[in-house]
C-alpha cells in the first residue's frame, strides 16, 4: 500500500529557498502522477505543481511559476519540490499527493 511522507519544510527568510521531499514507500511512484499542494490557515488547498508518471511532463500555477521546480528521482522513488524566492505569502502546510493518498504535510514558514 502506498504511503507518502513530506520533509524538507522549516522556517525561512523571504527570498530564501528549501527543497521538500515527498518519499513513497508500499509501492513504486513509477505509474503515479505526483502533485505538491499547500493549505494555508484559512485558506482551501491549492495546487501547485505536479509531474507525470508517463514522461515527466511538469505543470506549475501562477502563483508558483518560475519560482519552484518540480522533479523526481525513480531511483529513490522520491519526488521533491524546490522552492526559490519564497515569499511571506507561501507561508503553509506542504502536501505531496499520488492518486488518492495524501501525506502527512511539512510546514513551510517564510518569515523574517
Known amino acids: 500500500q502506498l504511503q507518502l511522507v513530506e520533509s524538507g519544510g522549516g522556517l525561512v527568510q523571504p527570498g530564501g529557498s528549501l527543497r521538500l521531499s515527498c518519499a513513497a514507500s508500499?509501492?513504486?511512484?513509477?505509474?503515479?502522477?505526483i502533485g505538491w499542494f499547500r493549505q494555508a490557515p484559512g485558506k482551501e488547498r491549492e495546487g501547485l505543481s505536479c509531474?507525470?508518471?508517463?514522461?515527466?511532463?511538469?505543470y506549475y500555477g501562477d502563483s508558483v511559476k518560475g519560482r519552484f521546480t518540480i522533479s523526481r528521482d525513480k531511483d529513490k522513488n522520491t519526488v521533491y519540490l524546490q522552492m526559490n524566492d519564497l515569499k511571506a505569502e507561501d507561508t503553509a502546510v506542504y502536501y505531496c499527493?499520488?492518486?488518492?493518498?495524501w501525506g502527512p504535510g511539512t510546514q513551510v514558514t517564510v518569515s523574517s
Open positions: 499527493n499520488a492518486g488518492t493518498v
Open positions: 508500499g509501492t513504486t511512484l513509477d505509474y503515479y502522477a
Open positions: 509531474i507525470s508518471s508517463r514522461d515527466g511532463t511538469t
